[in-house]
């Protein structure tokens, strides 16, 4: 399970990575494996709404504040396809600006 952990919390990071390049996000979660845990964090100054928007996708994560979207991959059932849509996802709300609706800034108690 820690091996598939690794895995998909790698697969994630390097999709994100290669589909968000230039798009204001940075990794926050340490880039060894050995030294993460079964998530991935990633720094954006629109952390908030865009965590909003991709809940609306169908990709649930979290919201630390002030700026921290985290993405936790369960091993015994997250698949490598949902590690990439995730990222494709991500990438896709940023490049088109989807996050950027009056509703998505509206905080709430909870992400």
Do not use: N
């Amino acid at each position: 399970l820690r091996e598939k952990s690794l895995m998909l919390t790698e697969t994630f990071i390097a999709a994100v990575e290669q589909e968000s390049s230039g798009l204001g996000l940075s990794l926050l979660s340490p880039r060894a494996g050995q030294r993460r845990g079964s998530q991935a964090s990633f720094r954006h100054a629109q952390g908030w709404p865009v965590m909003q928007a991709l809940i609306t996708r169908g990709v649930i994560g979290d919201f630390r504040a002030p700026d921290i979207l985290r993405f936790g991959f369960a091993p015994l059932y997250t698949r490598f396809v949902d590690a990439w849509d995730a990222a494709t996802a991500l990438a896709d709300i940023l490049k088109t600006g989807a996050w950027d609706r009056p509703d998505f800034h509206r905080r709430a108690l909870v992400t």
